[in-house]
């Protein structure tokens, strides 16, 4: 016997002055909504709205959000299994609980192949996500009050970084690093010159826009110069650097690298902290445990080794075709008529493409015209002047596309889409028959080792 949903109800949310209103009044008519529903109708009603999303995104649409992927199938089964809820406190082959022999022998896989795809000595993989890596690695390797330099928010450098994110709720200071709008990468020079004035704890690069590897080795010189840590935020790129398209950071200077699984890696929502310095690393586990993870999901854990596993076999390949693509993506955007950003550098050397969204109205408004028509983006920040009300880039990513088994033909059958919708005024049902055609070619995830 259930309980009535009025006895259920504890009245309507309150009002949340902080959140957009017009999210805030959507949240309220959903959770009306949802209150006098009883618990076998609330199930079918989650049911519903996973299967229909599924269906969407991952059947129906062509996704360029460049912060999401598809999982291999063996990875995404495991994400579902009875590992899940099991707790795992401590080390894998000393854990407080009993009954986990399997288990451990699961987490030491995983941290091992993280470490082969990284070249790092120690691979913290119990974090929950890309941006409690952030927070780990700010723990371990600075205190509050500590300066540090980031990619500032007009690049894409990433909320973590600043002070509304968890460098900030930690406690330090925030300084931006020069940037470079024409090679949209760090200014050297100018790095050097301001780390000279600020004297920084960290140096962190890393954004959510990257279209072009960083001189790492000049970041490590001036960090030396100024005694100060380096920090890489992989959480975009780290499929590419797995597979070796991007350079990998610890081989280049980075004392710490920290990533998300999923993006461009291709696995599991997560995070990974790495190091090859043992003091760094000694501080990470003591902050993993019994700090801030304690436990873990182990269904998580289970899917990352998975995707690993898929990047270990088939990471090259992949990483070279997410370039490829993005590149052919950017070429045929800026033949219809876009203003792609890096036209004399080839546009990327990742998988990302940056649009000036300025003509367009800005970057949300273009991501949110694009959705009817099956086509997924995002807006984000660029380093071109501004536009009112709105993000002045568009961001699209190869990465997901090309899991699917889409290549640089496709890519041009994209932009057309795009040109379609954005720039020859058609109305976004007839291009989204047309995004959906092309995406029913392609049903089988590829790059992994079922493949």
């Not at 780990?136 to 330099?149: E, K, L, N, S, T």
């Not at 071109?384 to 899991?403: C, F, K, M």
Request: aromatic fraction near 6%; proline fraction near 6%; include cysteine.
């Amino acid at each position: 016997m259930t309980d009535a949903p009025e006895q259920r109800r504890v009245g309507p949310p309150p009002s949340r002055p902080w959140v957009p209103s017009a999210a805030d009044a959507w949240y309220a008519r959903l959770a009306d909504e949802a209150a006098v529903l009883d618990p076998a109708a609330l199930v079918a009603r989650v049911e519903h709205w996973v299967e229909h999303q599924a269906w969407w995104t991952d059947d129906t649409c062509i996704n360029l959000n460049a912060a999401t992927n598809i999982m291999s199938p063996r990875a995404r089964a495991l994400m579902g299994s009875t590992l899940g809820p099991r707790p795992s406190l401590g080390y894998a082959g000393d854990k407080y609980e009993t009954g986990l022999a399997d288990t451990e022998r699961i987490e030491v896989v995983a941290a091992e192949l993280a470490r082969a795809l990284f070249h790092a000595a120690f691979a913290e993989i119990r974090v929950l996500s890309g941006s409690l890596a952030n927070l780990y690695a700010f723990m371990a390797i600075a205190r509050p009050g500590d300066a540090v330099m980031v990619v500032p928010e007009s690049a894409a450098g990433h909320a973590t970084h600043h002070a509304h994110g968890a460098a900030g709720l930690y406690g330090l200071t925030i300084h931006d690093i020069p940037f470079d709008p024409v090679a949209m990468n760090v200014d050297v020079d100018g790095l050097a010159r301001r780390a000279r004035d600020v004297r920084p704890a960290v140096v962190l690069v890393g954004a959510s826009l990257v279209l072009f590897p960083y001189d790492l080795a000049a970041v490590r010189r001036i960090a030396d110069d100024v005694g100060a840590r380096v920090m890489f935020d992989a959480a975009h790129v780290a499929g590419l650097i797995a597979g070796g398209a991007f350079p990998s950071p610890l081989d280049h200077g980075a004392d710490v690298l920290t990533m998300s699984t999923y993006k461009s890696f291709g696995g599991p929502p997560g995070g990974v902290v790495l190091t090859n310095d043992a003091g760094i690393a000694e501080r990470l586990d003591r902050i993993a445990y019994p700090g801030l993870s304690a436990n873990t999901d182990l269904g998580r854990i289970a899917a990352l080794a998975v995707a690993e596993a898929d990047l270990l076999a088939h990471g090259p390949a992949y990483a070279r075709r997410c370039v490829e693509n993005a590149q052919a993506l950017g070429a045929a955007l800026g033949a219809e008529g876009f203003a792609v950003l890096g036209e004399r550098m080839g546009y990327t050397r990742s998988h990302h493409v940056a649009v000036d969204a300025r003509p367009l109205g800005g970057g949300t408004k273009t991501a949110r015209r694009l959705e009817p028509a099956n086509i997924l983006a995002t807006g984000i920040p660029l380093p071109i002047p501004a536009v009112a009300g709105d993000y002045n880039g568009l961001r699209l990513g190869t990465q997901e596309v090309t899991r699917w088994g889409m290549g640089p033909a496709e890519m041009a059958h994209v932009a057309q889409l795009m040109a379609r919708l954005l720039l020859r005024g058609e109305h976004a049902a007839a291009v989204a028959r047309d995004a959906a055609a092309l995406r029913a070619a392609f049903r089988t995830v590829g790059f992994c080792i079922d493949a």
